[in-house]
């Protein structure tokens, strides 16, 4: 039983950073738009010159 | 004509740069994003354009004194978006961030129930364990659950505290007291090594409860939103006189004692005097007169009235006393009085709930130390018995409902404004009507369309595009192509005319047109007549009913409804639309006062009145009715004080809005019986000290499921046939012009 020495901080600490990631994403405001975000992912920006050939 | 749009009111600034928020119409799909944000980007000076599509809203940060903000609105529009400023509300912020430390809290406590669960099963499962194992994971349990349930906790404790402060009882101080208990129990227990700790029921009761707070919250904030960016796109603008130049700026800008200049057309943004001109105004909005009211210099007027012939150059002034809106004001504080001492379902059932399970837990501590337990297994028990009634299911069952609730409401274009207005609008027996923009369309149309021939109101249609007065705009409704003519001139007080195939075309008055004066009868409906080649027509405009009042009412009736009009209007105006409906109870010619008095006589004959009104002079009779309905195009006062506010044209969702909250008033019943079966089988088992940790976590879990499932038959309801106005997001956010 003495590995739960090492497993139990071990499960905490990795529930924790989920936690911690979770509410910097709240507060970088990554929940503000939800909708917004579903559509933007399809927009191809990033391909940068293609995209300026294509845009009407 | 070039004039000036001021817009410095919406304009926030922060070293350097500007900021301003936009409700933009018209957004639909992901190109928009791109092209609004990307065009609004290309403009000198602005720094970041920001889209928020779920509530349509722009946000434009830019450096200031390069760009002036009405460019920004010019901008959007050239490219197909009409775009207006937009100013949130203090409530909105503060909702955006209550919501935001649910959230906080939601996390939390999942993060801890998670945790202390995996100890739990454990602990649960490890029949071989060992007391030191089991003592290390209750000591590590607590922990966790005792700082994540003071935060997580903070929601329920506030209320509780509130609520008993103010010696009133609500559903959140049993929770609290189940809560505070199951953790101090816990920890007495970690602490003399025995075997059941209840940590992890006590966080799963936070999670699941955290849970309905948030959907209930986020689903208000959504419909609030909405109603945001209505307000925005119905926001009024003024012609104020600055100096000697004539500037537009927003209705919410106006300060007493501005000179405004109002062309026919128009409507008036404040209340205030005529200084000079005269004109005939439509004040069907204020008091649901039909008929116009002549006024000149001296004359008072109220915002809201449309003016429509001449054109008025007025000052604005505070509501002065002895005006319309004195009365209104005076009268809506008493209504609104009456209104706040209505106790919710939740409410009422937490004051029977709270006492008969105190008392079961203080007869189980009894009962056992007169049957001979110790002392701690006789508390021990008590306590289980408080936990395992921890009101979840009950706290669950009506917000549940609640939010699923909302939702098809919404899908039905109506926006809740009151939280506790479904359960108000499922008692209703009795529906008064006002007459004037709730019975019948907001705007006068064309009534006589049928009888002239299509192609000649088609041009007549197009023709009135080029005008700005009412009566022209109601013609130029019926226009299936929307292009005005070239060159086509107004004459002021007379009519517009172009030239279309070489023939010159007229529409204006009958003199105007070389066409013989028609004579009516009705009061409120006005000619207008229109000429070209030869051929003549002289077209009626008139309020007509909304195009399902005939279906809607009937429906309502079928419902075993009583149906009342009250109008402000003349009774001779009311008395066709009445019989027309056969709705047999229809009054005219009331004062708001006097509306009132009607409510309050059918309540005092116990009738619970759902009142469905518009006008700035139904604002009191809305907040005094047991529940209230309005359309968008309301006026603000009247709007503010409605339990809900339903979009478009068509009367059904008054229909739709009564057959949701019936069926959502059977379903918390339900619910709350799903709740008092559950505690009927679970608090015996808690009594004869068999409640272990783990059938307390199955059994809270497995009816908090049941009651959330249960909610979600409000959907299931079959729809009305015809109801199918489109959403609200969609109704007001078509593409207008997408190029």
Known sequence: ?56 | MAETLDLALFVQHRDGTAHIDLAVEGVACAACIRKIEGSVRRLPGVVDARLNFTNRRLAVDWHENELAPADLIAALQDIGYPAYPFQPERTETQEAQHMRWLVKCLAVAGFAAMNVMLLSVSVWSGSDMGQETRDFFHWLSALIALPAAAYAGQPFFQSAWRAIRTRQLNMDVPISLGVILALGMSLVETATHQHHAYFDSAMMLLFFLLCGRALDHAMRRKTRAVAGNLAALKAEFAHRFDGGEVVRVPAAALRADDRLLVRPGDRLPADGVVLSGTSEIDESLVTGETARRPVGAGAIIHAGAVNFSGTLTMRVTAAGSGTLLDEVERLLDKALMARSRYVRMADRAARMYAPVVHATAALTLLGWLAAGATVHDSIVTAIAVLIITCPCALALAIPAVQVVASGALFRASVILNAGDAIERLSEINTVVFDKTGTLTLPEPRVANAAEIVPDLLERAARLALSSRHPLAAAVAREARERVPFEGASEEPGQGVRALIEAAEARLGSASFCGVAQRELTEPGASTIAFSHAGQTAVLVVRQTLRPDADETVSALRTRGLDLIILSGDRAEAVAPIAARLGIADARGGLKPAEKIAAIEALKAKGRRVLMVGDGLNDAPALAAAHASLSPISAADLAQTHADAVFLGERLSPVLETVRIAHRARRLMRQNLWLAVIYNAIAVPVAIAGYATPLIAAAAMSGSSILVTLNALRVRAGKRAVGTGVACPTESTLVPVNPS
């Open chain 1, 1 to 56: 039983m003495n590995v739960l020495i090492y497993l139990v901080p071990m499960a905490l600490v990795l529930g924790l950073t989920g936690l911690a990631a979770f509410l910097w994403s709240l507060r970088d405001g990554q929940y503000e738009d939800m909708e917004g975000a579903a559509l933007r992912v399809l927009s191809d920006d990033d391909l940068g010159s293609e995209d300026q050939r294509r845009s009407p």
